[in-house]
T-cell receptor, first 114, second 111 residues
Framework: NAGVTQTPKFQVLKTGQSMTLQCAQD?????MYWYRQDPGMGLRLIYY???????DKGEVPNGYNVSRLNKREFSLRLESAAPSQTSVYFC?????????????FGAGSRLTVL | DQQVKQNSPSLSVQEGRISILNCDYT??????FLWYKKYPAEGPTFLIS?????DKNEDGRFTVFLNKSAKHLSLHIVPSQPGDSAVYFC??????????FGAGTRLTVKP
């Protein structure tokens, strides 16, 4: 009963380093999302993927790239990390459009950029 | 441009009383509204939703009210329990995938 699994849970990077956050869901959901959570800002959408092979920008896409590798997996890449990207990142999935647009979230990945 | 706003960062209520969490939105195109609950070190979990064609939806102790003319929705929890202490996020979407969230309200229910 895994739901949405994110790795890693914690990561510390130096400015300019790159890294990829991995996300996988086992609910056969069509849509997948990446959000970041910052104090006082709530959850802000970075990118989403409505189906395998498609991706779209959200509110705050700058500095990030994504890949929808297959129906299960959606990765988020930081090519050159900046301190402003210090945040908690959440991956989510939903059955939309074949089901309700209700997001199931992973437990989060806390990223610190020094 | 924050299209979904939760203006109260925190709320404290006594166990057994009603908790009312408020949310305002600016985009009149939103047609689906949700509340999520978040405990520390966990991801948000879905609580209750409402479509724009309704003005009320109930699920046990939780009721969501939607006032489209005021672009306002609220979550009522009756009676409040200590286990309800969490951060509550309001969210809204239209046409599908682009779901926007508010900044959250931290609810504390005191025994």
């Amino acid at each position: 009963n895994a739901g949405v699994t994110q790795t890693p849970k914690f990561q510390v990077l130096k400015t300019g380093q790159s890294m990829t956050l991995q996300c996988a869901q086992d609910m056969n959901h069509n849509s997948m999302y990446w959000y970041r959570q910052d104090p006082g800002m709530g959850l802000r959408l970075i990118y989403y993927s409505a189906s395998e092979g498609t991706t779209d920008k959200g509110e705050v896409p700058n500095g990030y790239n994504v890949s929808r590798l297959n129906k299960r997996e959606f990765s988020l890449r930081l090519e050159s990390a900046a301190p402003s990207q210090t945040s908690v990142y959440f991956c989510a999935s939903s059955a939309f459009p074949t089901g309700a647009n209700v997001l199931t979230f992973g437990a989060g990945s806390r990223l610190t950029v020094l | 441009d924050q299209q979904v706003k939760q203006n109260s960062p925190s709320l404290s209520v006594q166990e057994g009383r009603i908790s009312i969490l408020n949310c305002d939105y600016t985009n009149s195109m939103f047609d689906y509204f949700l509340w999520y609950k978040k405990y520390p070190a966990e991801g948000p979990t879905f609580l209750i939703s409402i479509s724009s064609i309704k003005d009320k939806n109930e699920d046990g102790r939780f009721t969501v009210f939607l006032n489209k003319s005021a672009k306002h929705l609220s979550l009522h929890i009756v009676p409040s329990q200590p286990g309800d202490s969490a951060v509550y996020f309001c969210a809204a979407s239209w046409g599908g995938n682009d779901m926007r969230f508010g900044a959250g309200t931290r609810l504390t229910v005191k025994p």
